[in-house]
C-alpha cells in the first residue's frame, strides 16, 4: 500500500492567515492526489481534485499544488467556516488511501 | 443532485455480518466511469477505504479487508450493498457511501479515484 503522510497533525491559525498543509506520499503519485474537509459529526466534502483542480462550489481561497510524492494544501486567508480537519487521498493505485488527518484550530 | 444515504443496524454482535446498504438517488447509477464506495471512521480516527462496485458488479477492496468484505449492487432498485463478515469490536466506525469517480470536463477515466459526494454516514457499533 502507498503510505500518506500528512503535517503537521495540528495546526493553530486566526482567521486571516495564510496556511499549508502538507501531505507525503511513499512512492511517487503522479498528480492523482484529492483533499478533503471534515467537520465534527459530517462527512468529508471534497475540496480538489487531481492535486490542483478545484471542485465546483469550492471558495477560491483554496488551492492545491504539487505532484510526485509532496503534495499541499493553501488557505490563502483563513475564515472561520475553515476550522475543520483536512485529509488527503491517493488514488495512483487500485487500494486508495489516506493521510491521517490535519486538525486546523483557531489559535 | 445526487444523494446518497446509508441505512441499517446500528448494533451487530461480535463474529456476525455487518450489512449496510446506500440508497442512491438523483442520478444513474449506471454511468460509465463511475464506482460506488464504501468508507469508514472508527470514533476519533482517520478514513480507510473498506471497498468499491462498478455498475457491472466489478469490484475493489481493500486488501486488508478483503477476505472479509462482499459487495454487490442493484441497479434497478439504486442501491448498492456492504456486507462484513466476523466483525470485532475493531470495526466500530462511522460508515460512508460514496460516489467514487476520475472525472474532469466531461469525461471519466475507467478506474476510480476520488470519492464525491459522500452519504451522511452510519455508526454501526460491534458489542454484545
Known amino acids: 500500500d502507498i503510505q500518506m503522510t500528512q503535517s503537521p497533525s495540528t495546526l493553530s491559525a486566526s482567521v486571516g492567515d495564510r496556511v499549508t498543509i502538507t501531505c507525503r506520499a511513499s512512492?511517487?503519485?503522479?498528480?492523482?492526489l484529492a483533499w478533503y474537509q471534515q467537520k465534527p459529526g459530517k462527512a468529508p466534502k471534497l475540496l480538489i481534485y487531481?492535486?490542483?483542480n478545484l471542485e465546483s462550489g469550492v471558495p477560491s481561497r483554496f488551492s492545491g499544488s504539487g505532484s510526485g510524492t509532496e503534495f499541499t494544501l493553501t488557505i490563502s486567508s483563513l475564515q472561520p467556516d475553515d476550522f475543520a480537519t483536512y485529509y488527503c487521498?491517493?488514488?495512483?493505485?487500485?487500494?486508495?488511501?489516506f493521510g491521517q488527518g490535519t486538525k486546523l484550530e483557531m489559535k | 443532485q445526487l444523494q446518497m444515504q446509508e441505512s441499517g443496524p446500528g448494533l451487530v454482535k461480535p463474529s456476525e455480518t455487518l450489512s449496510l446498504t446506500c440508497i442512491v438517488s438523483?442520478?444513474?447509477?449506471?454511468?460509465?466511469?463511475?464506482?460506488w464506495g464504501w468508507i469508514r471512521q472508527p470514533p476519533g480516527k482517520g478514513l480507510e477505504w473498506i471497498g468499491s462496485?462498478?455498475?457491472?458488479?466489478?469490484?475493489h477492496y481493500n486488501p486488508s479487508l478483503k477476505s472479509r468484505v462482499t459487495m454487490s449492487v442493484d441497479t434497478a432498485k439504486t442501491q448498492f450493498s456492504l456486507q462484513l463478515h466476523s466483525v470485532t469490536a475493531a470495526d466500530t466506525a462511522v460508515y460512508y457511501c460514496?460516489?467514487?469517480?476520475?472525472?474532469?470536463?466531461?469525461?471519466?477515466?475507467?478506474?476510480?479515484?476520488?470519492?464525491?459526494?459522500w452519504g451522511q454516514g452510519s455508526l454501526v457499533t460491534v458489542s454484545s
Open positions: 487531481k492535486a490542483s
Open positions: 512512492q511517487s503519485i503522479s498528480r492523482w
Open positions: 438523483g442520478d444513474s447509477m449506471r454511468k460509465n466511469g463511475y464506482f
Open positions: 462496485i462498478y455498475y457491472s458488479g466489478t469490484t
Open positions: 460514496a460516489r467514487h469517480s476520475d472525472c474532469s470536463g466531461g469525461s471519466c477515466n475507467s478506474v476510480p479515484g476520488y470519492f464525491h459526494p
Open positions: 487521498q491517493q488514488y495512483n493505485t487500485n487500494s486508495y488511501t
